[in-house]
């Protein structure tokens, strides 16, 4: 018996081709697959990869310069408000403290009037006149007479509460005023720290954009110029004041110093001083004196030559007169109280001519006595000088440095790179 025919729809022979087109389409698929390399995968993966690392690099450098141009710009806004307030402060210094010293003048008089209206306008016994018959009687001793009750102008009183009112408030207004100025002072205090740092700033941070503005550039290296001018002479004229202070505190202890021991030796050997101690007092007692004298003239020399040491690199500020007193004392020194002592304590044989020699002595030490007083004025005046000098001159150099500011921050107006 034979088979059934498979059905028609099935096309079993044609599907056998089919069969062998789709393998032949997977092999080849393979083939295909198989044939590209798979580092190519990889490259367009890493280039992929490296595109968008570039992008977010070039986004976070672009973020951190601007967060950085932000920051720098608080900061340097922070750092000028702080330098801005104690240059005003510096400023505001001087009018403060001429109006506390007028205040305080008003304030002492104010009080002074008080004082005196109080003591006029105390209260007084008005007494009441006596009787006849008591003027004629008479009174005892122990018998106080009557009186009336305590009286006070009117007037006086409107004055006292007037004056009163006065002092009141010009003592609350010099307790503010000195309040002020002790602010100030702190502010003042830090105007240089508070300079060199937004100086600092400025030179290491990023230039700013209106420094490139035509004829801004110029205008401030010509500034920068002049204030570098004025730095310099205030540092100077500081030098100056300083030297001259150290050589007036030593100019003063030696003129101490030779007045004791010229004290010491004209009670010894003057004839106008220390008579009575000349003849009651022994011989130890003398040469003891003479001793303590020539102590004090050498104590006197090496203030003096402390003086001549710090005061030599700036002798040009002295007046010639004071130069020359400086000369005659540097040649005769200060320790004739020493010379003295040896006059009289040497071991030599006393002769007829000690006592010339020891009123010349005295003469000497007169005469250098003088040109060490005239001196030691000289140098305190020539210090005061100079503190004026160091004070214009730190006035100076703020109105530069002031300019140079306001043009490094255009005024203020612009204050991010």
Same mark, same amino acid.
Request: aromatic residues 6%; charged residues 25%; contains cysteine.
């Given at each position: @018996?034979?088979?059934?025919?498979?059905?028609?729809?099935?096309?079993?022979?044609?599907?056998?081709? $089919?069969?062998?087109?789709?393998?032949?389409? +997977?092999?080849?698929?393979?083939? =295909?697959?198989?044939?590209?390399?798979?580092?190519?995968?990889?490259?367009?993966?890493?280039?992929?990869?490296?595109?968008?690392?570039?992008?977010?690099?070039?986004?976070?450098?672009?973020?951190?310069?601007?967060?950085? =141009?932000?920051?720098?710009?608080?900061?340097?806004?922070?750092?000028?408000?702080?330098?801005?307030?104690?240059?005003?402060?510096?400023?505001?210094?001087?009018?403060?403290?001429?109006?506390?010293?007028?205040?305080?003048?008003?304030? *002492? *008089?104010?009080?002074?009037?008080?004082?005196?209206?109080?003591?006029?306008?105390? %209260?007084?016994?008005? !007494?009441?006149? %006596?009787?006849?018959?008591?003027?004629?009687?008479?009174? =005892?001793?122990?018998?106080?007479?009557?009186?009336?009750?305590?009286?006070?102008? %009117?007037?006086?009183?409107?004055?006292?509460?007037?004056?009163?009112?006065?002092?009141?408030?010009?003592?609350?207004? =010099? #307790?503010?005023?000195?309040?002020?100025?002790?602010?100030?002072?702190?502010?003042?205090?830090?105007?240089?720290?508070?300079?060199?740092?937004?100086?600092?700033?400025?030179?290491?941070?990023?230039?700013?954009?209106?420094?490139?503005?035509?004829?801004?550039?110029?205008?401030?290296?010509?500034?920068?110029?002049?204030?570098?001018? $004025?730095?310099?002479?205030?540092?100077?004229?500081?030098? *100056?004041?300083?030297?001259?202070?150290?050589?007036?505190?030593?100019?003063?202890?030696?003129?101490? #110093?030779?007045?004791?021991?010229?004290?010491?030796?004209?009670? @010894?050997?003057? %004839?106008?001083?220390?008579?009575?101690?000349?003849?009651?007092?022994?011989?130890?007692?003398?040469?003891?004196?003479?001793?303590?004298?020539?102590?004090?003239?050498?104590?006197?020399?090496?203030?003096?030559?402390?003086?001549?040491?710090?005061?030599?690199?700036?002798?040009?500020?002295?007046?010639?007169?004071? !130069?020359?007193?400086?000369?005659?004392?540097?040649?005769?020194?200060?320790?004739?109280?020493?010379?003295?002592?040896?006059?009289?304590?040497?071991?030599?044989?006393?002769?007829?001519?000690?006592?010339?020699?020891?009123?010349? @002595?005295?003469?000497? +030490?007169?005469?250098?006595?003088?040109?060490?007083?005239?001196?030691?004025?000289?140098?305190?005046?020539?210090?005061?000088?100079?503190?004026?000098?160091?004070?214009?001159?730190? @006035? +100076?150099?703020?109105?530069?440095?002031?300019?140079?500011?306001?043009?490094?921050?255009?005024?203020?107006?612009?204050?991010?790179?």
């Amino acid at each position: @018996m034979a088979p059934f025919p498979p059905p028609a729809h099935l096309n079993l022979g044609a599907s056998r081709p $089919r069969s062998q087109t789709d393998g032949s389409r +997977q092999s080849s698929s393979s083939a =295909s697959v198989s044939s590209t390399p798979p580092s190519s995968f990889v490259q367009s993966d890493l280039a992929r990869k490296k595109s968008y690392s570039l992008s977010s690099g070039a986004s976070v450098r672009s973020n951190l310069s601007t967060s950085t =141009s932000r920051s720098f710009g608080q900061s340097l806004s922070e750092a000028y408000n702080k330098w801005k307030a104690a240059d005003e402060a510096a400023q505001a210094l001087a009018s403060l403290e001429s109006e506390t010293t007028d205040c305080e003048q008003e304030l *002492t *008089t104010a009080k002074k009037m008080l004082q005196n209206l109080r003591t006029e306008s105390r %209260p007084r016994i008005a !007494k009441r006149k %006596p009787s006849l018959l008591q003027s004629i009687i008479g009174k =005892s001793k122990n018998e106080s007479a009557p009186h009336l009750p305590m009286q006070i102008a %009117p007037d006086a009183t409107a004055e006292l509460v007037e004056a009163s009112i006065t002092v009141y408030e010009l003592e609350r207004r =010099s #307790h503010e005023l000195t309040n002020r100025i002790e602010e100030t002072q702190q502010l003042v205090a830090v105007l240089d720290d508070c300079y060199t740092a937004l100086r600092g700033m400025l030179d290491n941070g990023p230039l700013l954009s209106w420094q490139f503005d035509q004829g801004n550039e110029g205008a401030i290296a010509k500034s920068e110029k002049t204030a570098a001018a $004025r730095e310099a002479a205030y540092d100077h004229s500081v030098v *100056t004041t300083d030297a001259l202070k150290r050589a007036r505190a030593f100019i003063q202890s030696a003129h101490h #110093h030779y007045n004791q021991a010229m004290d010491l030796v004209e009670g @010894m050997c003057s %004839p106008t001083r220390g008579t009575w101690t000349s003849i009651l007092g022994d011989e130890q007692s003398k040469e003891q004196t003479y001793k303590e004298a020539g102590s004090w003239a050498e104590r006197a020399q090496v203030c003096f030559n402390e003086c001549l040491r710090v005061l030599t690199p700036h002798l040009d500020v002295l007046q010639q007169t004071e !130069k020359d007193a400086f000369e005659e004392l540097q040649t005769s020194g200060l320790l004739q109280a020493i010379q003295m002592y040896k006059l009289m304590y040497g071991g030599k044989a006393l002769n007829f001519g000690i006592t010339q020699q020891v009123e010349l @002595m005295l003469r000497k +030490q007169l005469a250098v006595f003088s040109m060490l007083t005239d001196l030691a004025v000289g140098i305190q005046n020539c210090t005061k000088d100079c503190e004026d000098v160091q004070q214009r001159g730190r @006035m +100076q150099r703020d109105a530069a440095r002031r300019q140079v500011i306001s043009l490094w921050m255009n005024d203020g107006k612009h204050l991010t790179a």
